[in-house]
């Protein structure tokens, strides 16, 4: 008798563990599955208003972390970092944490600066994914720089800067209206 409810127990355990065992699994994979877009009126309103921001031409974008291709992610929060678009121009400066493989030199700036046109300008809207992707290349120097800013419609924005004399960067931020003050 005492060896019934001893297996009788160990089988309850064991369907109590993998229960417990496929419940986390099926909640896992609902957790980790891809957002689908349902349309929502608010997510609609937030992509026509940056749609209408980029059209403006009349943005900036501020930094609050820097992903470097060798280093951890750098907290930006207090370093001065923009990109200010106005018009067929940008003016930019982000801070640089990254190996450099040629050019600079003393007394050189630290960080990635252009002021200038933004040539080769590209801008693509995905309305599926509520983004905005702008490309456009630079020179600072003999350096050849070519900058990716996907915008996402709640204010995100990712930018990825390639070029010749350095090693690639990312940096995570927010877009805003320019203010008047802000040249």
């Known amino acids: ?4 409810s001893t297996s ?7 369907i109590l563990q993998f229960g417990s065992f496929a419940i986390g699994i099926v909640l896992m994979i609902m957790a980790c599955g891809s957002t689908k877009n ?8 937030d992509f026509e208003q940056l749609r209408e921001l980029v059209s403006s031409r009349e943005f900036e974008i501020e930094n ?5 291709l060798r280093s951890p992610t750098i907290n930006l929060i207090g370093n001065s970092n923009f990109i200010r678009f106005k018009g067929d121009s940008v003016a930019l400066f982000l ?3 990254g190996v450099r493989h040629s050019g600079g030199g003393y007394g050189t700036a630290g960080g990635i600066e252009y002021e200038g046109p933004a040539k080769e300008l590209y801008t693509s809207e995905n309305m599926a994914k509520n983004n905005i992707l702008i490309k456009f290349e630079g020179r600072q120097g003999s350096e050849h720089l070519q900058f990716i800013i996907t915008l996402f419609s709640k204010g995100n924005v990712s930018t990825s800067v390639n070029s010749s004399e350095r090693d690639p960067i990312s940096y995570w931020g927010n877009v805003r209206a320019r203010t008047a003050k802000k040249q």
């Open 95 to 97: 801070p640089y944490f």
């Open 8 to 14: 009788t127990l160990k089988k309850v355990k064991f």
């Open 1 to 4: 008798m005492k060896t019934e």
């Open 38 to 45: 349902t349309g929502n009126s608010n997510d609609l309103q």
């Open 64 to 68: 609050d972390w820097a992903v470097p």
